[in-house]
């Protein structure tokens, strides 16, 4: 975490950025900014209201982060979950989801389902406790559809027509003119525990083909399949291949998949998964909440401080295809044709396709048969729960993935649309999720954020940090963390119960937040950063450069948008993804060359091929239709790639191909139609069709950004982060200009510190028309957030000196760490120069006073006491290194004593170097503002004296380095985590001096 120095050894160029404290700076934009807060706290999220003048920096609980909150069942009591209530709302969080989860409990008869399991009245117990505490401190929170995932309930079984469904096939392989005189084929995977029914839906002959054979699926010819059905008696079946060749005797059942939740049982009888592509599935949801999980205490308290119902990622395992009932009829109503004939290729055994056709036909009605599961799925799922929860006072927050579906869509129709940080694999994932959002007029994107496998006591908030920071710039703009475990449960260890840990008996996944952490002393800190980022993401509209198109609105695939994921985001370009219904809503409109101006105001959309097909150029006709529409209205479209031979997705009916090509040229003949070759085209097209981006940068930049617009204000939020987490080489700190676009030409740049909550106008800058240039400069995943609003202050457009500020009574100041005369160059070019004197020589901070609270295990699992420990450091060493403390965990209190002198020091930056993991700074008996855990360095100055000066930093570590000891079964591998204040720590001088504008 240390800063790059100059040759002087003076700070680095960070702090020509950094946020003062200037009098009345915040008061400039106390109207102009409509970021909510206090006064406006019951303002929906995304509605532009007044900044009160605490407003950013004391964000609203609808904003700020909240909490997967782990229940072992109904193993809980209501003063607890009272409790804990109030631990969440202490410090500082929005708000908790609950879940019924024993994934650490390997010995499941320990618990008792039938009493204390979910949907018993002791579960409804806790849900009202829980929601009257939230209701009475603030917060809310969000049920989930049943326990752990996926959507399940007791009520049914594994042959219940409501259940989830499977489609396993049975097969036999004859040489020609060979006999099969018996049974129907058997299924190749046998049923789940459960499952006792089954019906046989079809039976089919056909020859293998080995032309048509991949390099894992067995070829056959399409032409030469007998439908043998009507020939099958009492379960039996005769027939007789002909001459020539193999032939492959295949039968389809239809059952049910046996499905159950994670980890169960948790209810008695056991709850089973539903069927997620019918409304008799979802109905049985609706069913059972009706009557056994919506008291009327619940129902009335759901008003007062229910959030959202939330649906985990879809998760539907099979050991053969996805199917339900009304599958084939539906199939043949919405794509035209009979699925019948192409059971062969659609059948799947463990999840991986076992046949093939002629490579186009196969593709085709696969494409055809997800298309029309995606259909159901919406329609019967997802729209049917989102209109059910508004009935009872939520909103509908879901996970949209898992299958071959179209999450783009989905997204659109989720009030809240969330991903995921363990399964997302770059930020490419999040922004197919922010496009559905954003063009179904929807505000948040919300994410479960901080899952890492083996992460459990281990995790750091700054390892969480720089997982997350990117994300918002993606469009995410609210995080749920993972998560809070209840205190405890029958047979768990210190600290108490965990949902993911042990995990197989060896170190699970993190992370159980909460008091049990040393590092929860700081969360208020985390937690008000976290909503200040929310506030400023869920502000008025999101806005992106670019539409691209994606044939298939898959997610968590990792697979971005050709040369705006490489080569785009890099210059400055933003993204997000749309699917063919996308461009079917309301909302497509265009004016002013904008897709959805009121929403986030497309300048272009970008068609490339399927990236998810080889690339394949396929168009669904009424999409080429529709953009022939958009572009007439003045949209500017860009093509990659050789189009002249497109072909629509699916199977094609009879010339549609040849009308999507006539199309397809109409289009191309559009005055703003471009088609390139190839991606290195792609900036030359984009300048001849106008489009150029909202932000810009001087250089190529590991620099993130996401924009919104409220009310003629825009807010950035800037990451200096990495497109995916496991990219290398690691990012470096960055310094350099930014151009930014603003909705208001008379508006003028402050910025926000996420940390602290302060508000600066930004000195220095350059303007022109709608464009406003800055400089930036970031450490590596640090963040900041420029708002360009009307207002007035004086500005330079240039400065020698690392920093130029705002000061008391309005007038220029420059700061920097040299002594020297620096020349500012105000607007017009007029240069004035201003001179700081001799300063003191900057101080490395090394002897130190610690004293360590030592968190261990007490007389019960959940109970935590603390053992003191003092130590006089000469050199500040990881924790590890210190005898006493080389197997503690918890916080530690490190204090110095300076002497500045009879004169003092006109001011200093503390710069606290490597801290692991978080810290706070005091300064003379004064807490100073929250330091930036990414980059710890502190503006001392306001709280230095003449003479000597106590220096305190209070800094709070994981809690591995104690369980490696405390619980060496689970816990003994784990290697040792460097705590403390690590440093080096040093007390930087810098000197100011007022510019002369006059």
């Known amino acids: 975490m240390n800063d790059d120095r100059d040759e002087q050894g003076g700070v680095s160029r960070r702090h020509v950025l950094q946020i003062g404290t200037a009098a009345g700076a915040g008061a400039v934009l106390a109207s102009a900014l409509p970021l909510g807060g206090p006064a406006v706290a019951d303002a929906a999220p995304g509605q532009a209201g007044p900044l009160a003048a605490d407003g950013f920096a004391r964000p609203a609980a609808a904003v700020r982060p909240r909490f997967r909150w782990w229940w072992p069942d109904a193993h809980v009591t209501p003063a607890e979950i009272r409790r804990e209530i109030d631990q969440i709302a202490d410090a500082g969080f929005g708000g908790a989801e609950i879940v019924a989860l024993h994934h650490s409990i390997r010995d499941k008869s320990v618990l008792d389902p039938e009493n204390h399991g979910w949907g018993t009245p002791a579960w409804n117990a806790g849900v009202e406790a829980a929601l009257d505490q939230a209701r009475k401190r603030g917060i809310t929170v969000d049920l989930t559809i049943g326990p752990a995932w996926p959507a399940a309930v007791p009520t049914l079984t594994p042959d219940s027509p409501a259940a989830v469904q499977e489609l396993a096939y049975g097969s036999v392989t004859l040489a020609g003119g060979a006999a099969h005189d018996g049974p129907v084929p058997e299924p190749v995977a046998a049923p789940e525990h459960g499952v006792t029914r089954r019906d046989l839906v079809a039976v089919h002959a056909v020859r293998i083909d080995t032309a048509n054979s991949?390099?894992?699926?067995?070829?056959?010819?399409?032409?030469?399949?007998?439908?043998?059905?009507?020939?099958?008696?009492?379960?039996?079946?005769?027939?007789?291949?002909?001459?020539?060749?193999?032939w492959v005797l295949l039968s389809y059942w239809r059952r049910g998949s046996g499905q159950r939740p994670e980890s169960g049982p948790h209810s008695a009888p056991d709850c089973v998964v539903v069927d997620h592509f019918s409304r008799a599935g979802t109905d049985a949801v609706i069913d059972f909440w009706e009557k056994r999980l919506l008291t009327p205490r619940i129902r009335r308290l759901i008003r007062q401080a229910g959030g959202a119902l939330f649906e985990d990622s879809i998760e539907l395992e099979t050991r053969a295809l996805n199917w339900t009932p009304d599958l084939p009829a539906e199939f043949e109503k919405r794509r035209g044709y009979s699925l019948w004939p192409y059971l062969p290729v659609i059948v799947r055994n463990k999840e991986a396709t076992v046949f093939s056709y002629e490579s186009g036909v196969t593709a085709g009605v696969r494409h055809d048969f997800w298309l029309t599961v995606s259909d159901l799925f919406n329609e019967h799922h997802f729209t049917r729960l989102a209109e059910w929860a508004h009935s009872i006072g939520l909103k509908f927050r879901a996970q949209p993935y898992g299958l071959e579906t179209d999450a783009i869509q989905t997204a659109a129709i989720l009030d809240i649309p969330e991903g995921e940080s363990l399964g997302f694999r770059n930020l490419d994932d999040y922004r197919v999720l922010a496009g559905g959002r954003d063009m179904g007029g929807r505000t948040?994107?919300?994410?479960?954020?901080?899952?890492?496998?083996?992460?459990?006591?281990?995790?750091?908030?700054?390892?969480?940090?720089?997982?997350?920071?990117?994300?918002?710039?993606?469009?995410?703009?609210?995080?749920?963390?993972?998560?809070?475990?209840?205190?405890?449960?029958?047979?768990?260890?210190?600290?108490?119960?965990?949902?993911?840990?042990?995990?197989?008996?060896?170190?699970?996944?993190?992370?159980?937040?909460?008091?049990?952490?040393?590092?929860?002393?700081?969360?208020?800190?985390?937690?008000?950063?976290?909503?200040?980022?929310?506030?400023?993401?869920?502000?008025?509209?999101?806005?992106?450069?670019?539409?691209?198109?994606?044939?298939?609105?898959?997610?968590?695939?990792?697979?971005?948008?050709?040369?705006?994921?490489?080569?785009?985001?890099?210059?400055?370009?933003?993204?997000?993804?749309?699917?063919?219904?996308?461009?079917?809503?309301?909302?497509?409109?265009?004016?002013?060359?904008?897709?959805?101006?009121?929403?986030?105001?497309?300048?272009?959309?970008?068609?490339?091929?399927?990236?998810?097909?080889?690339?394949?150029?396929?168009?669904?006709?009424?999409?080429?239709?529709?953009?022939?529409?958009?572009?007439?209205?003045?949209?500017?479209?860009?093509?990659?790639?050789?189009?002249?031979?497109?072909?629509?997705?699916?199977?094609?009916?009879?010339?549609?191909?040849?009308?999507?090509?006539?199309?397809?040229?109409?289009?191309?003949?559009?005055?703003?139609?471009?088609?390139?070759?190839?991606?290195?085209?792609?900036?030359?097209?984009?300048?001849?069709?106008?489009?150029?981006?909202?932000?810009?940068?001087?250089?190529?930049?590991?620099?993130?950004?996401?924009?919104?617009?409220?009310?003629?204000?825009?807010?950035?939020?800037?990451c200096n982060g990495k497109h995916a987490e496991t990219v290398k080489?690691?990012?470096?700190?960055?310094?350099?200009?930014?151009?930014?676009?603003?909705?208001?030409?008379?508006?003028?740049?402050?910025?926000?510190?996420?940390?602290?909550?302060?508000?600066?106008?930004?000195?220095?800058?350059?303007?022109?028309?709608?464009?406003?240039?800055?400089?930036?400069?970031?450490?590596?995943?640090?963040?900041?957030?420029?708002?360009?609003?009307?207002?007035?202050?004086?500005?330079?457009?240039?400065?020698?000196?690392?920093?130029?500020?705002?000061?008391?009574?309005?007038?220029?100041?420059?700061?920097?760490?040299?002594?020297?005369?620096?020349?500012?160059?105000?607007?017009?070019?007029?240069?004035?120069?201003?001179?700081?004197?001799?300063?003191?020589?900057?101080?490395?901070?090394?002897?130190?006073?610690?004293?360590?609270?030592?968190?261990?295990?007490?007389?019960?699992?959940?109970?935590?006491?603390?053992?003191?420990?003092?130590?006089?450091?000469?050199?500040?060493?990881?924790?590890?290194?210190i005898p006493e403390l080389a197997d503690a965990s918890g916080v530690g209190v490190y204090t110095a004593t300076v002497d500045l002198g009879e004169d003092g020091w006109p001011g200093a930056y503390l710069e606290l170097g490597e801290v692991f993991d978080t810290c706070r700074v005091?300064?003379?008996?004064?807490?100073?503002?929250?330091?930036?855990?990414?980059?710890?360095?502190?503006?001392?100055?306001?709280?230095?004296?003449?003479?000597?000066?106590?220096?305190?930093?209070?800094?709070?570590?994981?809690?591995?380095?104690?369980?490696?000891?405390?619980d060496p079964a689970v816990y003994g591998n784990a290697a040792r985590q460097n705590y403390g204040l690590i440093g080096p720590v040093r007390l930087v001088p810098y000197g100011e001096a007022l510019i002369r504008t006059g």
């Open 214 to 246: 991949t390099r894992k699926e067995t070829g056959l010819a399409r032409d030469s399949l007998q439908d043998l059905t009507a020939r099958v008696r009492d379960g039996r079946i005769q027939w007789t291949a002909p001459e020539g060749g193999e």
């Open 444 to 718: 948040v994107l919300s994410c479960e954020a901080g899952a890492y496998q083996g992460g459990a006591y281990n995790t750091t908030w700054d390892r969480l940090l720089r997982t997350m920071g990117g994300a918002y710039a993606a469009g995410l703009n609210m995080t749920v963390l993972h998560g809070f475990s209840y205190a405890t449960a029958p047979g768990v260890n210190w600290p108490g119960f965990a949902g993911f840990t042990p995990y197989g008996g060896a170190i699970g996944y993190s992370e159980s937040w909460g008091p049990r952490q040393p590092t929860w002393r700081h969360a208020g800190d985390v937690s008000a950063y976290l909503g200040r980022v929310h506030q400023v993401m869920q502000a008025g509209t999101m806005r992106a450069d670019v539409a691209v198109f994606r044939q298939k609105g898959y997610t968590k695939t990792g697979i971005g948008a050709g040369w705006f994921t490489a080569n785009g985001i890099p210059q400055g370009w933003t993204h997000q993804f749309v699917s063919a219904p996308i461009l079917e809503l309301p909302s497509a409109t265009v004016s002013g060359g904008r897709l959805n101006p009121r929403g986030p105001a497309y300048k272009v959309i970008f068609i490339e091929g399927d990236r998810f097909s080889g690339n394949a150029r396929t168009l669904p006709l009424g999409t080429a239709r529709r953009l022939l529409e958009l572009t007439r209205a003045g949209l500017p479209l860009l093509f990659t790639g050789d189009w002249s031979a497109a072909t629509v997705p699916g199977v094609a009916g009879e010339g549609e191909n040849e009308r999507l090509r006539a199309v397809l040229a109409e289009l191309f003949a559009q005055p703003r139609v471009r088609n390139v070759a190839t991606d290195a085209e792609v900036p030359g097209a984009l300048a001849a069709l106008g489009v150029r981006p909202d932000v810009s940068y001087a250089t190529t930049s590991t620099l993130l950004n996401a924009r919104r617009v409220a009310d003629g204000v825009d807010y950035y939020y800037l």
């Open 729 to 881: 080489p690691p990012v470096a700190a960055i310094d350099h200009e930014i151009t930014l676009t603003r909705a208001d030409r008379n508006a003028v740049p402050y910025r926000l510190d996420p940390w602290t909550g302060a508000i600066e106008p930004i000195a220095v800058y350059a303007a022109d028309g709608d464009r406003v240039t800055v400089r930036i400069a970031l450490q590596p995943s640090e963040s900041a957030v420029i708002a360009l609003a009307p207002g007035r202050s004086p500005r330079a457009i240039a400065s020698e000196a690392e920093r130029v500020r705002v000061a008391d009574g309005g007038r220029l100041a420059i700061r920097d760490t040299r002594p020297g005369t620096y020349t500012t160059t105000l607007p017009g070019g007029r240069k004035v120069a201003a001179t700081i004197g001799d300063l003191p020589a900057a101080l490395e901070l090394t002897s130190w006073r610690l004293r360590v609270e030592s968190f261990g295990p007490g007389a019960t699992p959940a109970e935590t006491v603390t053992t003191r420990h003092e130590v006089t450091l000469d050199a500040l060493v990881p924790w590890p290194q």
């Open 922 to 966: 005091t300064v003379n008996g004064r807490r100073l503002p929250a330091v930036d855990q990414i980059n710890p360095v502190v503006d001392a100055g306001p709280y230095l004296r003449r003479g000597a000066n106590t220096i305190e930093v209070e800094v709070a570590t994981t809690l591995n380095n104690r369980l490696r000891v405390s």
